[in-house]
């Protein structure tokens, strides 16, 4: 087990300022121009490819660090760039995350490489399981599918919403009741490949934020995908299912929602996202304030503005603290015995919308104007605390663990 640090070791800094510089060279010079365009920066993700960043080496290496300071470093420098590309070169990772976690070694070495494409050819991948009338509560999720035992394939029907690459994405990860009694035990992951039959793209959406990055309906409506599309495959899901049944015999005991367990183990990354992006706000306006004079002196030496400032670089320095305590946590077996995970995704999220509020207050009328891009930045910054678990629900699952409840 790694011991918690809060220094990057030589390699992990060099990692850092390769990312950084891709950021600064790459994605934020393009960042306004894809934000009104709100189309998937391609060009963008296949130079993220020629370099080596957008690849599932690139996203192991960090996930494997034993520190756990891989992937939230990544995180906060390529959203720092800009939030909008930065998900459209990530969101693929979510999906190939849900097919690590969940199937067999064919099904890994089969589907993940056609995520990704290849530099020449670079592919997206969709992770689909939101729905219009289940959100945070998955279970109430409605898209079922049902095995048609005569042909070996599973037959799925429903609608999901918000999917990052939906529609366009080369494989879709899709999840679905397989038995509704079960409630959210009852659930399996399928993967749907593009152009199958009954597979289209609903609405697609326009956004307050995050523009350049895709996301939008999925529809299945009668798909049909082999039995070896379902991830872990038959077996193992019967195997599943079946223990699911015992406890309910047995008096319905109540054990953790993996679903929501795999939430709270991941919501660090969407803190570092959000600490990124808080940090760019906060640098514009630190550069803003020594740079802009009113009355004869820089605006840094108004005690009103430094003082916001010193509140900014608090907060920021705060929220990391707490996604990179909760990030070695995790990676090295630490029990959240307080939602650390959603601490951190909580704290850091509601950093972001106060941290680039104020930067633009600092910034006056030039901040409100897309001329700066502290107004993108606040834009983007109200998705942390919609997406991976509202605050709302970050705070219910801090509450419930406290209080020693059941988070279902």
């Not at 799925?156 to 080369?170: D, F, L, P, R, V």
Request: net charge negative; charged share 25%; proline share 4%.
């Amino acid at each position: 087990m790694a011991e918690f640090t809060m220094e990057l070791n030589d390699e992990q800094q060099e990692v850092r300022e390769w990312l950084h510089g891709f950021a600064a060279d790459v994605i934020r010079p393009a960042a306004a121009e894809w934000d009104e365009r709100e189309e998937t920066p391609w060009p963008v993700i296949q130079e993220a490819a020629k370099v080596g960043i957008y690849s599932l080496d690139f996203y192991a290496q960090q996930y494997f660090d034993p520190t756990g300071l891989g992937i939230p470093m990544a995180m906060e420098e390529l959203f720092w760039g800009d939030a909008g590309i930065a998900l459209s070169i990530v969101g693929t990772g979510l999906a190939a995350v849900g097919v690590l976690a969940n199937g067999t070694e064919e099904q890994i070495g089969t589907w993940i490489p056609q995520m990704y494409g290849d530099q020449n050819d670079v592919k997206v991948a969709a992770f689909c399981s939101s729905e219009p009338d289940a959100g945070s509560d998955v279970a109430s999720m409605r898209t079922r599918a049902v095995y048609d035992e005569a042909k070996d394939e599973w037959v799925i029907n429903g609608t999901k919403t918000w999917a990052t690459n939906g529609g366009i994405a080369n494989v879709h990860v899709v999840v679905a009741v397989v038995d509704p009694e079960l409630g959210s035990k009852g659930h399996a992951s399928f993967i749907v490949p593009a152009g199958t039959p009954g597979l289209a793209q609903g609405q697609k959406f326009k956004k307050h934020g995050i523009r350049a990055s895709h996301t939008a309906e999925v529809v299945l409506d009668g798909v049909r995908v082999p039995g070896s599309c379902l991830l872990g495959g038959k077996e193992k899901l019967d195997e599943r299912l079946a223990r699911a049944r015992e406890r309910a015999r047995a008096g319905g005991e109540r054990v953790k929602n993996a679903a929501m367990a795999t939430f709270e183990a991941s919501r660090p990354a969407v803190g570092a996202m959000a600490v990124g992006t808080a940090r760019a706000a906060y640098e514009v306006a630190l550069d803003y304030a020594k740079s802009r004079e009113q009355f004869g002196r820089p605006i840094i030496d108004n005690q009103g503005v430094a003082f916001q400032l010193a509140d900014m670089r608090t907060q920021i320095d705060a929220a990391r603290l707490l996604v990179w305590r909760a990030s070695w946590m995790a990676v090295n077996g630490k029990p959240f015995t307080a939602a650390e995970g959603s601490m951190s995704k909580l704290f850091a999220s509601e950093t972001a919308k106060k941290v680039t509020a104020q930067a633009i207050q600092i910034l006056g009328g030039n901040g409100y104007t897309r001329e700066y891009p502290v107004e993108r930045m606040h834009r983007d910054s109200a998705i942390y605390t919609i997406f991976e678990g509202t605050s709302e629900i970050q705070r219910l699952v801090i509450a419930r663990t406290l209080a020693g409840t059941p988070i279902r």
